[in-house]
C-alpha cells in the first residue's frame, strides 16, 4: 500500500491555473498514478493518468488541453483556464503492479487514495 497526499486546492477565478501536487510515501511498486474529482452529488471522475515507468499520458475530454499531469519527486497535476464546473474534491489515485487498467480511469481500478484538496472556482 502506498500513503498519498495531496495538496495546492484553494480558490480561484474562473479563467485562472492551480498546481496540484501529490506526495507518495513510495513509489517503486507503483504502475500509475492518476488524478479524479468530485463534487457534491455527482459521480467521481477521473481527469488524468500517468504511467510511472513510462512515456504515457492520458486525460479525460473535460480537462484535455487545459490539465496537464506529470511526475517528478510528485504527481503533479497543472490547471489552466478554470471553469466554475471545475469546482470539486480533487483526489489523487494509484495503482500497484498486477493491478487493473490504468488509461480507462475508472475508479474501480484504483487501489491507493489520498484524502482530497478542494478546489472552487468562482465566475
Known amino acids: 500500500q502506498v500513503q498519498l497526499v495531496e495538496s495546492g486546492g484553494g480558490s480561484v477565478q474562473a479563467g485562472g491555473s492551480l498546481r496540484l501536487s501529490c506526495v507518495a510515501s513510495?513509489?517503486?511498486?507503483?504502475?500509475?498514478a492518476a488524478w479524479f474529482r468530485q463534487a457534491p452529488g455527482k459521480e467521481r471522475e477521473g481527469l488524468a493518468a500517468i504511467y510511472t515507468n513510462g512515456q504515457g499520458t492520458e486525460y479525460s475530454d473535460s480537462v484535455k488541453g487545459r490539465f496537464t499531469i506529470s511526475q517528478g519527486g510528485t504527481i503533479n497535476l497543472q490547471m489552466n483556464n478554470l471553469k466554475p464546473e471545475d469546482t470539486a474534491m480533487y483526489y489523487c489515485a494509484a495503482i500497484p503492479y498486477g493491478g487493473g487498467n490504468c488509461f480507462l480511469l475508472q475508479e474501480k481500478d484504483f487501489e491507493d487514495w489520498g484524502q482530497g484538496t478542494q478546489v472552487t472556482v468562482i465566475s
Open positions: 513510495h513509489t517503486s511498486n507503483l504502475k500509475c
